[in-house]
């Protein structure tokens, strides 16, 4: 489930959303230990939110090459 208060990332780079995602989990960690579960439950969701976006763009890129790479095999 994504967050809903997370506004559109579409204006995000791979790099950005993933020192996000890095910085999230460093926050998750943090309210694991002090066990405030409904924290950790906001910063999952928000997890989710970034994830799913930068797995789009992952995506993008890996359709990117294939269609590069068929286009050199045929020379």
């Known amino acids: 489930m994504e967050h ?3 506004p559109n ?6 790099d950005e959303l993933g020192a996000k995602l890095t910085e999230l989990n ?3 960690r943090i309210a ?5 579960g409904h ?7 928000a997890i ?3 994830q ?7 995506d993008e890129m890996y359709r990117k090459s294939n ?7 045929d020379d």
């Open 4 to 6: 809903p208060l997370i």
């Open 9 to 14: 990332l579409d204006h995000l780079k791979i």
């Open 26 to 28: 460093k926050k998750l």
């Open 32 to 36: 694991q230990n002090t066990g405030n």
């Open 39 to 45: 924290l950790c439950n906001q910063i999952r969701m």
């Open 48 to 50: 989710e939110s970034y």
């Open 52 to 58: 799913v976006r930068h797995n789009q763009l992952l």
């Open 67 to 73: 269609q590069d790479l068929g286009k050199n095999l």
